[in-house]
C-alpha cells in the first residue's frame, strides 16, 4: 500500500521521519521538508519502516548523488543531501540528544565544524571479499562494500571517500587475487582464503596493505608478493592478518610482514605517528587535527596542569596535551596501543607523557591514592560511552576540567547528565564532522566542576 508522507525531520541514522496517524515513520532516502510517496513494510507498536517510491516534492537540500554505488553501497547514507545541511543536521543531532536524553539546560552547542573538501577524505580502507556472478554461470572475486541493512559484497572498483592511495591498493589487490585464483572467503559455509582487504595511506604517501585470510598458510606467497609489488611498486607494507573465527570481527590476532616494515606514518598537528596493521588512528587525518585542537582550546591549559587521558589508545590526544601540560598520563586497557603510545612519545621527543596499561576504573583510584590529583581529565570512549563506574572515578579525582570527546550523541548526553549528576556542569559543545556525507559525528564537550 502507498501513502503520501511529509517529512518533518531525519532519524539518527540519516533516515527521514514523518507521521501517519501519530505513528512514527522511517523512510531512508527522504528528507525534511518532502512530501513522498513511500510503502510501508514494516509496522511496529511504536514506529513503522517505510520503502521510498517516489519524491513528490523534493527539498532545496537534495542534491545528485556523486557515487554511482550510492542506491546500494551501504556506506554513505546522505550523499542526497548537500553537505551544507549535513553540517546543520548533525548539530541538530547533537542539540536533541542534550535536550531529550541528557535533560541538560544552558549547554552551547556551536555550529558543526566541517571540511573544506568532502571527498577522498579515509586513510583507511577494510573491504570484505567474496564471489559475484561472472555471467555463464561462472564467478568472479569482487572485494567492495557492504549493501545497505545486509552482508551481500558491492563490487567497488573505487570509492570516492577513500584516500586515492586505497583506490590504488584495491585495484592492485583485485588484479593480482584474481590472477593467483585466491578463493574469496565464504561466511556461510565458512570455506575460502581471502577474507578483507584493508589499506592504509600515511600522510607522506606510504602505503600499507593488509590481507585477511581464513588460514595462516599463504598459497604461493613469495610469487603473490612480487606481483603485488609489480602492481603497486611504491607500497610500504605488505602484511597478512590471520583471522579463523567463524564471526564478523574484521582482524584476528596474529599479524605478519610479508614485505616491508610493520608500520607507516602518519602525522597530526606536527607530530608523528607510527601506524600498525592493528592500531587505532582516526581515519580522517585532516578533521582529527580539527577535533584534537578543540580538545586543546577546550583544556584551555596554562602549563602547570596534570592531565589525565582515560582512553589513551595509541597517544594522539595525549601528544596534543603534553605540549602544553606540565605532565600527562595516558590509561589504555589494549597493552599494544600502548607501546604504540611510548614509541610515538619517544619519536617525537615528548619527554613529560606516562603510559599505563589498564583499566581506567581500576588505574585511576590506584592514581589517587599514590597522591596524583589531575586538574584535567580526558575522555574519548569508544561509541557505548562510560561505564558509570568510570564517570564516578573521575569525580572522585574533582579535576577542574573533564573533556570529553565522543563520537555518539547518546552516550554522550547520557553521560553528561550522570556527570551533572556528581557534581559537573557542561559548558559548551564542539561538534566536528569526522564522516562526511555519512549520519557519523563527533563531538568535544567541555565540562566544569562546580
Known amino acids: 500500500m502507498l501513502l503520501t508522507i511529509k517529512i518533518h525531520g531525519l532519524g539518527s541514522s540519516g533516515e527521514g521521519v514523518g507521521k501517519i496517524d ?50 546500494h553501497c551501504g556506506g554513505c547514507q546522505l550523499q542526497h543531501m548537500s553537505y551544507a545541511a549535513q553540517l546543520k543536521w548533525k548539530r541538530q543531532q547533537v542539540v536533541d540528544a542534550v535536550e531529550r536524553i541528557g535533560k541538560l539546560e544552558g549547554v552551547e552547542v556551536f555550529n558543526t565544524l566541517g571540511m573544506e573538501n568532502p571527498l577522498r577524505y579515509r586513510n583507511k580502507m577494510q573491504f570484505p571479499v567474496g564471489t559475484g556472478d561472472k555471467g555463464l554461470g561462472t564467478r568472479k572475486l569482487i572485494i567492495g562494500c557492504y549493501a545497505r541493512g545486509s552482508h551481500k ?12 592511495g586505497n583506490d590504488k591498493i584495491l585495484a592492485a589487490v583485485r588484479t593480482v587475487a584474481e590472477k593467483f585464483r585466491l578463493q574469496p572467503y565464504d561466511e556461510d559455509t565458512h570455506k575460502g582464503f581471502l577474507r578483507h582487504v584493508m589499506g592504509r595511506v600515511g600522510s607522506n604517501g606510504e602505503l600499507m596493505i593488509v590481507l585477511v585470510t581464513a588460514a595462516k598458510s599463504f598459497p604461493n606467497e613469495k610469487n603473490f608478493v612480487r606481483a603485488l609489488l609489480k602492481e603497486l611498486p611504491n607500497v610500504t607494507s605488505i602484511q597478512q592478518n590471520v583471522q579463523t573465527f567463524r564471526n564478523n570481527v574484521i582482524l584476528g590476532r596474529d599479524t605478519r610482514v610479508l614485505y616491508g616494515k610493520p608500520t607507516i606514518h602518519d602525522a597530526i598537528g606536527g607530530l608523528s605517528f607510527n601506524i600498525s596493521a592493528r ?37 594522539t590526544i595525549s601528544l596534543f596535551m603534553a605540549r602544553r601540560a606540565r605532565k600527562v598520563i595516558g590509561v589504555e ?46 575522555v574519548d570512549p569508544p561509541r557505548a560511552g562510560c561505564d558509570k563506574k568510570v564517570l564516578e572515578t573521575f569525580a572522585a579525582m574533582e579535576p577542574e576540567k573533564i573533556i570529553y570527546v565522543s563520537c555518539n550523541p547518546a552516550t554522550l548526553a547520557r553521560d553528561l547528565k550522570i556527570l551533572e549528576g556528581l557534581g559537573y556542569r557542561t559548558k559548551k559543545i564542539q561538534p566536528v564532522d569526522m564522516f562526511p556525507f555519512t549520519s557519523h559525528i563527533e563531538a568535544v564537550a567541555q565540562v566544569f566542576k562546580v
Open 333 to 378: 586497557v589494549v597493552s599494544s596501543a600502548v607501546g604504540d603510545a611510548i614509541r610515538n612519545a619517544r619519536e617525537n621527543h615528548i619527554h613529560n607523557a606516562e603510559f599505563i596499561v589498564g583499566d581506567a576504573v581500576k588505574v585511576l583510584p590506584r592514581l589517587r591514592d599514590a597522591g596524583t590529583y589531575a586538574e584535567v581529565v580526558v
Open 22 to 71: 501519530g505513528l512514527a515513520v522511517f523512510v531512508e532516502g527522504a528528507l525534511p521538508g518532502e512530501e513522498v510517496l513511500a510503502e510501508v513494510e514494516v509496522r511496529k507498536k511504536n514506529y513503522a519502516v517505510a520503502r521510498l517510491v517516489e519524491v513528490v516534492k523534493p527539498s532545496a537540500e537534495r542534491v545528485e548523488p556523486f557515487c554511482p554505488l550510492y542506491e
Open 153 to 164: 559484497i558491492i563490487d567497488a572498483p573505487a570509492c570516492p571517500i577513500q584516500n586515492l
Open 279 to 315: 592500531s587505532f588512528f582516526q581515519v580522517n587525518t585532516a578533521q582529527a587535527e580539527v577535533l584534537y585542537k578543540t580538545a586543546l582550546d577546550f583544556a584551555n591549559l596554562r602549563g602547570n596542569e596534570t592531565i589525565i587521558d582515560a582512553y589513551c589508545g595509541t597517544g
